[in-house]
């Protein structure tokens, strides 16, 4: 069920195609032809220009002599690749990265999944102003908040401790995702954990074997758009992590330049490239499967 | 469930416990809640508290061996000082130019006109948008980088249409930043109405297209009416979003050349961490947070958590 509904955007779409493709076909087709290109050609322009800039990252990134300039290579090599794909210029940051947000991901799924349940399913004084709190909490400005967390962390001595840096990121990504989790629960029926309730289920067992494998999807949105904005904060692990052999890619893409040569454009632009494929698989993955950020930009307002 | 586009919430809100449980059951039942309480509380309200302490303090990175309270004096010589004011004016300019303007504008545009496209250029338009908003915003800030520099794709475009080239990085800076943030962020507000045009009823577009309405006015008079609560929570959500924008900046200016595209927070990290004034920087942070407090209560009031 939560399956279907996690595309309103998609299936609406193509209905409104439909109705409208038939009620040209009468008076209309002639004026809706031109009007349609139209609108063809501006997208293609507008697509054009968006990946225009995305072109200066893949040919630099096969040139042996690349500078900021868009300039063809010649001839193509695969040099850059050769040269960062070690473990210290490109291993190492992506497992950094991999630990920090997969563990904060994970811990911060866990998390939500149970605290929505008490949110989607009982009725009490406190619900409302927790939800309230917890909405008003995601439109925060994180940036603010890092020099007070590095000014806190540095009087309890938690400053470059990679597993402080994961909870931080985790409480950071925690309200959105207890907002999400609970409307992604609240479409799940109460009457399916009514008959386990009776089978004498305890609340915890039918979260887990009755409400769970009815919203997977959801906990699917949420936890990819978790790890994937994770992956790609670098104001959090670049204030919070010191030393160089515990930093993630975000910041070592950062440093890039002045940590190796100065001039090895073409090699940042690989290493740029290798740093973003991973999220980019995870979210063509998403909309294979589940309508990718149209899902999210449906659950987001409650 | 209030809002038009709330798909997971559609199937109904769930029929909840019938209530009247004796206060000891109901403190077990919240039980699930205490790991994210604790998180919360421990890491990001002590924070807050924390930096609504340090802004009235003169605390510095390194050096003072004591941390004096100093009442407001943060804040005067904030407003007093003209490189923050300085940042206030840009940033505002950044959330106008970048978010309300920028990608609101662009976002609904594309929003409005992928549906009428044909399949594969819809695909391909959200495809292209999206690629951008995935990426990570230092890598973004690189692309743009190398996008708006002298020798870089856009004057190539520019020279290539017999239009003037500029050195956009240097002489308009927070143009060029407020430009790459729309490049990186229309995508969001474009899935959000996206999302929100696919619960316009047909009949209604349709009745008002038998009585003759143009484009236009279907548009105008029709369809946003229709979604302006969308439209509402994109602009809160899209201005808080940008209002804490800090890679793509420093990745692409550093704030620079001068202070000429030095936003709010590129400017609080300089005076905290490259001056070493934590608790100045701290002071404008508390600027930042109720700035973001303010518009995140206005999308508060926007959003009914439910209607019980």
Redesign the interface.
Known sequence: ??TT?????A???T??RG?RSA?AAGSGRRRVRP??IA??V???A??LA????????VL?SISSTA????TLPSPPTLDNFHAILNTDTTFRPLLNGLLLCGGATLLCVV??I??A????????R?R?P???TV??????????????????FVQVDLIDSMGATV??L???A??IA?WLMK??M??????LEEAARIDGAN??QSLARVVLPLMWP?VIVVTVFTF?SM?????VPF?LLLSPEKLP??VS??TFLSAHDQTQYGQ?AAF?IV??LP??ML?LLLTRKLG??????????? | ???A?????????????S?GHPAGS?LL?????L??LV??A???A???V??VY?AFTD?QLTGAAQTHFVGLANFTRAFGDPDFLNALWLTMVFVVGSAVVGQNTLGLA?AV??????RP??S??NG????????????AG??????F?Q????N??LGALGLPRQNWLYTLPILAVCLANV?RGT??SM?????A???VP?ELV?AAEMDGAGVWHRLWHVTLPVIR??IM?NL??IT?QT?????LIY?MTRGGPGNKSQTL?VF??QQ??QNSL?GY??AI??V??VV??L???V??KL?K??E?
Not at chain 1, 50 to 57: G, R
Not at chain 2, 142 to 147: D, G, V
Request: aromatic residues 14%.
């Open positions: 069920m939560a509904d996690l595309r309103p955007a299936t609406a779409g209905g409104g109705l009620s009007a349609r609108v063809n501006v997208l293609l507008v697509c968006f990946v225009l800039p995305l072109a200066w990252m630099a500078s900021f300039e868009l998390v939500s149970l605290a349940y008490p949110l989607s399913r009982y009725r009490s406190l409302r927790f939800l309230y909405l008003f909490t995601t439109g925060l400005p994180i940036t603010a908040v890092m020099i007070p967390v590095y000014s806190m909870l931080f985790t409480a950071s925690l309200p207890i409307n992604f609240d479409g799940v029926p109460i009457v609340a915890m959801g994937i992956w790609g904060n670098f104001f204030v890619a975000s893409v950062f940042l740029s740093y973003t999220v980019v979210y990718g950020g149209f899902a999210l930009g449906g659950a987001l307002k409650g | 469930m209030k809002s586009a709330a798909p997971a919430g559609h199937a109904g809100a769930p029929a909840r416990g209530g109901s039942r919240g039980l699930p809640l790991p994210s998180l919360l421990v890491f990001l002590g924070p807050i924390y930096c340090d605390a594309l006109l992928t549906e009428k496209a044909t250029v819809r391909l338009t292209v948008v999206i690629a951008a908003w995935v990426l990570p915003e230092i890598v690189y692309l743009m980088y190398a996008f520099y020798q870089g794709a856009l190539d475009v490049w995508a969001f899935m959000v109405y996206s999302a045009l696919g619960e047909r349709e609560r969308s929570t809160m959500l808080l209002l804490s924008v800090f890679g990745a927070p609080m990290y905290a961490f934590i920087g701290t942070a508390l930042l947070l973001g407090a518009f995140s209560v999308y508060l959003l958590v439910e019980d």
